[in-house]
């Protein structure tokens, strides 16, 4: 095939001009993925529960040689999904990023409620199914498209007191794997992204929990963390959101799960 993709598009033209829809956008993740796609020019659509958290991230985007506007949707309700694609209805959405995510709890399984079980799953993997469900028809009919659905390395390696979350990501790698070649077919683009521990606030709450687990300090809880990484350290922000960017760049990517961990290996 020449520079020139399925998706109509060079190599150094594959994000400029797109819309693109994020998910869980008010903050973490989802803000810096939303800033780097218009930061190359595309036209993102922030999405996440509140508008108000949203509405930084439009700020911080003014400046950008794309744009980024907010609507708000829970990615767990179908209603609200289709209330989404109600309003993009008149629009070419062709990159779709499925971040949005929750953590859940910190547990031995056998002292999680069923309930807490089901929340995790409704925003990590049905908030995925309905988010694909509502914008593949599009991009199948015309024949192009790109989604990417964030997982975590936490899927494919054990995290002790965690289950819920592991489960729910490995559930979304398996999502992506068949629902790419449902409609590779058609030129649409399926791959995950599974990045490893990000510096944050989520990780601030993972150490001080395990400090407190274990009875060392936070300082010990995080290097026994980290050491496990080839790098020594835990990822940006702003590495996943690059990872993102370079994904758009690889017209024959697909199916794939890609590891982003700074090296991070099961203990």
């Not at 190599?11 to 993925?33: C, E, F, K, P, Y």
Request: with cysteine.
């Amino acid at each position: 095939m020449s520079a020139a993709s399925s998706h109509g598009r060079t190599a150094a033209d594959r994000v400029a001009g797109r819309t693109a829809v994020v998910t869980g956008a008010g903050n973490g993740l989802g803000r810096a993925i939303t800033l780097a796609l218009a930061g190359r020019g595309a036209h993102v659509v922030a999405v996440g529960r509140t508008v108000e958290r949203l509405e930084t991230v439009v700020t911080e985007a003014k400046e950008l040689a794309g744009s980024v506007r907010a609507l708000a949707a829970d990615v767990a309700d179908a209603a609200s999904v289709g209330a989404l694609a109600g309003e993009l209805a008149g629009e070419t959405v062709s990159i779709l990023v499925n971040n949005a995510g929750v953590p859940g709890p910190v547990a031995s399984l056998v002292d999680i409620e069923p309930d807490e079980w089901d929340d995790v799953f409704a925003v990590n993997v049905r908030g995925t199914y309905l988010m694909c469900r509502a914008f593949l028809p599009g991009m199948v009919e015309r024949g192009a498209g790109d989604v990417i659905n964030v997982a975590s390395v936490s899927g494919k390696r054990p995290l002790i007191r965690r289950t819920p979350y592991t489960a729910s990501k490995m559930a979304v790698i398996g999502l992506t794997r068949t629902l790419a070649y449902e409609v590779g077919p058609a030129g649409v683009s399926v791959n995950s992204l599974s990045p490893g521990p990000v510096d944050g606030p989520r990780m601030t709450r993972n150490f001080t929990l395990e400090a407190e687990r274990t009875g060392v300090s936070y300082e010990q809880a995080e290097e026994a963390f980290v050491s496990r990484a080839a790098l020594h350290r835990m990822l940006t922000e702003d590495e996943v959101a690059a990872a993102v960017i370079a994904m758009l760049h690889m017209p024959g990517l697909c199916a794939a799960d890609i590891d982003l961990s700074a090296g991070m290996v099961a203990p």
